[in-house]
């Protein structure tokens, strides 16, 4: 695993590289797996540290998992399902993963019981798991604080409530599915996310004999099920990933083809990637990005859940917003605190500024509540090399690009985070000619 990259940059990006299975996705339907004691297949899997991850989360719960890393299949077969001996080691393999809350629902329903250590993340926010637990418990789970994490259980099974989530948040409507489709009853689950990766689960869970139901107002219908069964499923492809190469063309003045990115899931970020002036162009394939020459045009920029702006692309387009001509405006409105790595795109020359206003069409839950989540980038600027370290996943590769775009040699460190979902991603940074070298 590398830790540190030198790169030298001022090249632009030019190639191809293959994007597969969404980390936001794949993680999810591997969990879902536990919901049968049949095998399950699923395909397209990426070769990440997430999915690293819940591989060994679920062997410890007595799963058996085989992967075959070149062909991008992954097959689950639960066994004898059981909590570890030991809580210690959920905790050492899940290190700063959130994915161990999305047990709870699978576990409940197979075993009466779950453990949950304590959890990590990128810091980009607080990320409670306040949703997670009030969903958990009014369908009837209890909770038992321990010195390393949570227990739960649900000894006379869990009983379908109606959930309405303050805010449509991703994982809480994973919570709410695992754990309604086998409990008594129909949960009418309102102000759910929709986002591709969520209908690509429902997908999966319905295959597996789940009763859901999505309306076009953010409402979810779940029966709940006596018995689901295994699947088979093809995972739909990263549009994080892709986008942030996307970005990377775009900021090193390259041109990049992404097989396997289709442009359905990526209608907003192709809409903006436009308007700032790049171009692109849709196979069957892939798509092609790249820059046309001439000047990047500033914009006024909103984050938002789908089908709005997704904040997961904003990281790596603020680095190809350096370089557009004008102030370019963006509000951050699904993480309150995604602006720390902006710090060292400043040390490398570019005009950033952050507000704790709402500079955007309208206020956002943060207006008021004291959080930098409004940026003003001013250019274009010439980047130049610096020492940067990674502060999370999305960040680092963001760290990643402006070094690229950056006039000499930088040293990148941490990078190692950026396993946890882009898969060979110095691979494929020399596969477009990126000059790259690892230090250790």
């Avoid at 794949?26 to 591989?55: C, F, G, H, W, Y």
């Avoid at 570890?84 to 700063?96: L, R, Y």
């Avoid at 969903?135 to 000894?155: C, D, N, T, W, Y």
Wanted: include cysteine; hydrophobic fraction near 40%.
């Amino acid at each position: 695993m590398v830790s540190q990259l030198r790169v030298t940059g001022g090249t632009p990006l030019n190639g191809e590289i293959t994007v597969r299975g969404a980390k936001n996705f794949v993680s999810k339907a591997m969990v879902a797996a536990l919901l049968s004691q049949e095998k399950s297949v699923l395909r397209n899997v990426p070769d990440i540290r997430d999915v690293a991850v819940v591989t060994e989360l679920l062997r410890l719960h007595g799963a058996d998992v085989d992967y075959d890393v070149p062909s991008g299949t992954l097959e689950i077969t639960p066994g004898d399902i059981h909590l570890p001996d030991d809580p210690a080691d959920m905790d050492a393999v899940a290190g700063s993963s959130r994915i161990p809350i999305l047990f709870a629902g699978p576990l409940l329903h197979t075993l009466g019981e779950a453990f949950i250590p304590d959890l990590g993340g990128c810091h980009i926010g607080n990320r409670p798991v306040d949703f997670h637990m009030q969903v958990l418990e009014s369908f009837g789970a209890k909770r038992i604080q321990e010195p390393s994490g949570m227990h739960l259980v649900a000894p006379q099974g869990l009983t379908a409530k109606p959930v309405r989530l303050p805010y449509p948040s991703v994982g809480a409507t994973e919570q709410t599915l695992f754990t309604a489709v086998m409990a008594n009853g129909i949960t009418v689950l309102e102000n759910a996310a929709v986002e591709p990766e969520i209908m690509d689960l429902i997908a999966v869970l319905q295959k597996m004999g789940a009763m859901i139901s999505v309306d076009t107002d953010r409402t979810i219908r779940i029966e709940g099920v006596d018995e689901l069964h295994g699947y088979a499923h093809t995972a739909l492809p990263d549009r994080i990933e892709a986008g942030s190469w996307a970005s990377a063309a775009l900021a090193t003045h390259g041109d990049i083809f992404v097989r396997g990115a289709q442009q359905e899931p990526m209608m907003s970020y192709l809409n903006i990637y436009r308007k700032v002036g790049g171009q692109f162009d849709v196979t069957d394939e892939g798509i092609r990005f790249w820059h046309p020459g001439g000047q990047l045009r500033s914009l006024a920029l909103e984050t938002d859940v789908h089908p709005g702006f997704m904040t997961d692309w904003q990281q790596p387009l603020v680095v190809a917003l350096t370089q557009a001509t004008g102030m370019s405006i963006v509000h951050e409105t699904v993480y309150e605190d995604r602006f720390g790595f902006t710090e060292a795109l400043r040390d490398m020359g570019a005009h950033i500024q952050i507000y704790k206003e709402c500079l955007g069409g309208h206020e956002c839950r943060f207006g008021q509540r004291n959080f930098y989540h409004s940026a003003v980038i001013q250019g274009p600027t010439k980047l130049h090399a610096a020492d940067v370290f990674v502060p999370d996943l999305r960040g680092g590769f963001s760290h990643l690009i402006a070094a690229l775009a950056a006039e000499g040699t930088s040293v990148v460190s941490g990078v190692s985070i950026i396993d946890r979902g882009y898969e060979n991603f110095v691979g494929k940074l020399r596969a477009l000619n990126a000059d790259v070298e690892a230090l250790d």
